[in-house]
Structure formats: C-alpha cells, structure tokens
C-alpha cells in the first residue's frame, strides 16, 4: 500500500489468521492505513470479507491491531467503538425499521452527523422506505441504508464490502460522489471490491493475496 505522511489511524502488524484447513489468508501482514479512501482489491471469493471482519476485530486472528490508539487486544471495546461496519450479509435488523437500524448502528457515536445522514437519504431516494421494516426493504435498499448510516458516522474507520451490490446507477454514482467529498476528511475509509475503483481519489491500495511486509 502506499505510504502516508502521516500518523496512520490504523496500524496492523505481523497479522495472522487461516481458515480451518486452508492456505493462510494473511502469515505475518502489515499495513499502515491513514485518512481518506483505501481500496481492498481481489477477485470474487479471494477473502476480502474476511480480512474486513478481521480488521473490524470480528474474528480472532494473531499479530497487532491499532485503531486510533486502542490496541484490539488490549481495549477491544475501545478499538471497536471506532470502527463502522455492517456485514452486508446480516439478517439481524430485518424485524425493525430504516431508521431504526441507523439508531442501532450508529450507538455510541457521539460524532454521527445528523445533517449529512438526511442528505445522503436524499441522495439515496431511501425516504419512502425510512418507515419500513428492513425485511421489506431491497437488497439494494438495504445496502443504501446501511451506507447512509456508514458515511454519515464520526468513526475512525469505516470499513465497507463491495458497496455497489444491488445498488441501480444512480445510487452507484451517488456513492462515488459521496466518497470523493469524504475522502479529504480525516478519518479512514476501506472499500472492498472485486473492481477497480477510478471514481474516488484513493490515498491508498492492499491487494489480495495479502503479502507479509509493511505496506
């Protein structure tokens, strides 16, 4: 990845982590991630998933994680508290509402921008649906309001896999736009994707498979 001139907002080192039975995914990866968009780049099924849930501190792996000064196996609670991510995969907020997924996603935050949420709803076209329980909602719609609540957090990290799934052109454009306003602010953003992104100023790149120096 490329290096950053300044403090990263995450350091990870000499992180390990295999599947039961299968290659390592990561044998002693570190990387430095700072301010504005990362792009996580690999093919379909290379295990970009896992390496956000990884560095969301989800999975159990070896080797040191730092987010914002709060090591993962020192203060998980604290490391966590600044990390944004919802496994698009999820069921766990179909029974409730858009707006009420938003509120439990976004607990804790005390840095949530209320006004950029109401802006990237609009932009999304999610405000017939914000009354709606999510098992109604889309795939794609689902997607959008996960992103909403995404962008609109004052976290450290937002980690985000393969955000264009299910979304029409417009929202695709939206997003990038979304993005590239976001990508000067300091704070860290990493996309997941099996594309290359050409839409966003990228401050930086990992790609899979992950290799075993600083990046």
Request: proline share 6%.
């Amino acid at each position: 990845m490329k290096p950053t001139a300044l403090a990263p907002i995450l350091d990870v080192k000499d992180l390990c982590f295999a599947h039961p039975g299968q290659p390592a995914l990561a044998a002693g990866w570190s990387a430095s991630i700072g301010a504005g968009v990362t792009l996580l780049y690999g093919d379909t099924g290379s295990g970009k998933s896992t390496v956000l849930r990884l560095i969301a501190g989800r999975l159990p792996a070896e080797g040191r994680l730092t987010l914002a000064g709060a090591r993962l196996d020192g203060a998980p609670e604290a490391y966590q508290r600044n990390v944004f991510f919802c496994d698009p995969t999820t069921d766990a907020f179909d029974e409730v509402t858009a707006v009420k997924c938003t509120a439990s996603l976004n607990a804790g935050d005390a840095r949530f921008s209320e006004a950029r949420w109401r802006a990237l709803v609009e932009g999304f076209s999610l405000t017939p649906h914000l009354d709606k329980p999510m098992y109604m909602l889309s795939t794609g719609s689902k997607r959008k309001v996960w992103l909403a609540a995404a962008l609109a957090s004052g976290r450290a990290l937002t980690l985000l896999d393969e955000p264009t799934g299910g979304l029409d052109a417009a929202s695709i454009r939206f997003l990038w736009r979304a993005l590239a306003d976001l990508a000067e602010r300091p704070r860290a953003i990493v996309v997941a994707s099996a594309a290359r992104i050409d839409s966003v100023p990228l401050s930086g790149s990992i790609e899979l498979p992950l290799r075993s120096t600083r990046a």
